[in-house]
């Protein structure tokens, strides 16, 4: 079922019906684009966290030095051949980017003298980095947008999660940021923790929107076969929510940011009215920089190597291109579907405008069908997912982010240049 999910989506759209085979393979990028959104990998943290499946390992100081050169390297590369082009937006992920607020200082720094920088400049944030001189080094090298790692504001659930601080401290985080003056301050928070009731999830929402952050992104705890928790938990005999629950939780997160104001701007993320939403996944093409990092641009989605010490050896020697794949029209178009049902709101303007021609017709036959079931509603041009839709898309990206990170990041991480990832 797990990888079945993106060969059926490709079904509705022309072209290639097969799986996504990712080999290593020149790639040909496009002239200078009009715009450019980067995302940046940050891989250190502190410690480990035993439900974590991202790209990360532990800090060190000579390997941080010698990555963020290499990051240099890798942005003076796109320069050479697109000279300065616009950045629109910039996002610093990990790991823990506010670990080393000196990569992002001078990262950012180097771009905005190179390139054109836009105002869109995010960083995830560990609330044990939240004070005054780390903020102070983000506010004065552009950065607009923080994602505050919260996860709980319980300190029984943050130990379950292996997380270093406690409740208190994330409140204080939290307040910091804000008072701080960042266009938008997001909180994330993991719901459907092992042994964590509906009333917690509420009570963490309840505190998310109690101290005003901008937006609150919410996401279901996933198990990965290459990330302890799992074992860890089956030893301690400790279960894991069931479905229902996990509705009811989705459910109420939905229920309680209604109420505080907030409106849903995508599965997983709630916004307060005029705020800019922090988001790095959902952007149509964008740019990897580090190890570890993905790019879709042009024909091709490709991901850099995941092993921090072969990136920094590629980026003296070479290239850091782990793998590929080329993407046919119907893909450029499923990609876009996927991602704007991801948001709750498909324009069907928006994909006339790119794609120069209608949703096909298969799509729109699915959308008429889920417009009976009432899984959508169509506002002119707009088609919304409902609760229902959304709760039915929150399974749906449920298993593909599980399939995708076990399939194509397990073997990345197992192996510096793997071969062949088919998906
Ligand atoms: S959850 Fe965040 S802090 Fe913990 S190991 Fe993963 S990237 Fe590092």
């Known amino acids: 079922m797990r990888l079945l999910l993106p060969r059926i989506l490709r079904l509705l759209f022309p072209g290639r019906k097969g799986p996504f085979v990712f080999e290593r393979q020149p790639v040909i990028l496009p002239a200078k684009p009009a715009s ?3 995302y940046i990998h940050l891989p250190f943290c502190r410690q480990l966290c035993p439900f974590c499946p991202y790209m990360k390992e532990v800090y060190d100081p000579a ?6 050169e290499a990051l240099l390297q890798e942005l003076e590369s796109y320069r050479r051949l697109w000279g300065d082009v616009n950045i629109e937006s910039v996002y610093f992920g990990g790991g823990t980017p506010s670990m080393t607020p000196e990569i992002i200082e001078r990262t950012l720094s180097w771009i905005a003298g190179n390139f054109h920088l836009g105002h869109e400049v995010g960083v995830e944030v560990n609330p044990l980095d939240a004070h005054p001189a780390v903020i102070s080094s983000f506010k004065n090298s552009g950065v607009s947008l923080v ?6 504001f319980h300190d029984r659930l943050l130990g379950l999660l292996g997380r270093d601080y406690d409740g208190k401290l994330a409140r204080q985080a939290s307040e910091r940021l804000l008072q701080a003056g960042f266009a938008t301050v997001d909180a994330d928070l993991i719901f459907a923790i092992p ?3 509906r009333q917690e999830v509420e009570a963490d929402v309840e505190t998310a929107c109690e101290l005003g952050v901008d937006q609150i992104s919410t996401y279901p705890l996933l198990y990965f076969s290459y990330a302890p928790l799992r074992k860890q938990l089956h030893q301690a005999r400790v279960t894991t929510p069931s479905w229902w629950l996990e509705r009811q939780m989705l459910a109420a997160i939905v229920k309680k940011t209604q109420e505080a104001g907030y409106r849903r701007t995508s599965i997983w993320s709630f916004n307060r009215p005029e705020t800019i939403r922090y988001t790095t996944v959902t952007k149509d093409a964008f740019v990897g920089i580090g190890a570890g990092a993905t790019s879709k641009i042009g024909d091709y989605f490709k991901l850099n190597t995941f092993s921090v010490a072969e990136y920094i050896k590629a980026m003296a020697e070479g290239s850091p291109l782990a793998l590929a794949t080329k993407l046919d029209a119907g893909d450029k178009m499923a990609y876009w579907f996927f991602w704007r049902v991801y948001d709750l709101d498909i324009d069907t303007s928006t ?8 949703l096909p017709r298969r799509v729109r036959a699915l959308l008429s069908l889920l417009k009976l079931l009432g899984m959508t509603q169509r506002r002119g041009n707009t088609i919304r997912l409902t609760e229902m839709g959304a709760y039915i898309f929150h399974l749906i990206e449920k298993e593909y982010t599980h399939a995708y990170l076990e399939t194509m990041w397990q073997a990345c991480l197992q192996e510096a240049w793997p071969q062949r990832v088919v998906l």
């Open 351 to 358: 994909f006339q405008s790119i794609f120069g021609q209608d």
């Open 36 to 38: 450019l959104n980067l």
């Open 147 to 152: 994602s505050l790692g919260v996860q709980s």
């Open 195 to 197: 042994t964590q009731s």
């Open 63 to 68: 390997v941080s030095a010698a990555y963020q």
